[in-house]
């Protein structure tokens, strides 16, 4: 069998097509953030699945743990797997994704929920899952963002020509650069002493790490973990 014959290279583009957006619709009552939840990814991929005789296989190739210590004293677990997920056909045909979940908690689900975060996140590439209704690109123009402002003006600048019409006034341009590594540290640092995950609040922000956070970003969610206490 060639490396691109057989049935799950037809069956992936079909489960595509059947699978519905998922978007943030859980929230979680502690932080207050909204999030999709594992149960919201596999109740929209089952059907899809069965109807094209596909399934899942995981296998964890890697794993590390660390206990760290909250400021009140008490202990989290910090979990990190790397998973390795195998789609598989019935006729044998297959082909394998590795993502790697992470996962805090002061019990024993920190593991659990480190392999679910894997595992959510390799059905949403695999899959191309949409994160929200696709709309008519015709129906809306979007304004310019601050950043696009900001460009246009350093542009004028360079070129010796002043900002076009409607740029912003001088200090009232907000440029969404990238937060630094002090700000990263705080950042963690807070949402390990509040008992929130680091992928979560990836999650809900849609970034892949701290550091690609802008400022905006960075500030709303140091605003929502000081509403909650630290871990006991």
């Not at 069965?50 to 004293?73: A, L």
């Not at 992470?102 to 920190?110: N, V």
């Amino acid at each position: 069998m060639g490396i691109t014959e057989g049935k799950i290279y037809k069956a992936i583009p079909c489960i595509m097509g059947e699978i519905n957006a998922v978007g943030k619709n859980k929230k979680n009552q502690q932080q207050g953030f909204m999030y999709r939840g594992i149960d919201d990814v596999m109740n929209a991929i089952n059907p899809a699945l069965v109807k094209n005789n596909v399934f899942i296989v995981p296998e964890v190739i890697e794993q590390s743990r660390e206990e760290r210590q909250t400021s009140k004293g008490g202990s989290l677990i910090y979990s990190v797997c790397r998973m390795k997920f195998r789609f598989c056909a019935d006729d044998g045909s297959s082909v394998e994704a590795v993502t790697i979940g992470e996962g805090m908690d002061s019990g024993d689900k920190a593991t659990n929920k480190a392999m679910a975060v894997a595992f959510k996140y390799a059905c949403f590439q695999v899959f191309c899952i949409p994160t929200e209704e696709m709309k008519d690109p015709d129906a809306e123009t979007p304004e310019p963002s601050s950043s696009a402002v900001q460009r246009n003006k350093n542009k004028a600048v360079e070129a010796g020509t002043k900002p076009a019409a409607g740029s912003a006034p001088q200090g009232q341009e907000t440029v969404n650069n990238h937060i630094d590594v002090t700000k990263v540290n705080a950042l963690r640092d807070k949402a390990m002493r509040k008992g929130v995950s680091e992928g979560s609040i990836l999650e809900h922000y849609g970034v892949e790490a701290f550091r690609n956070m802008d400022f905006e970003m960075w500030n709303n969610a140091m605003q929502l973990l000081d509403r909650y206490k630290d871990v006991a």
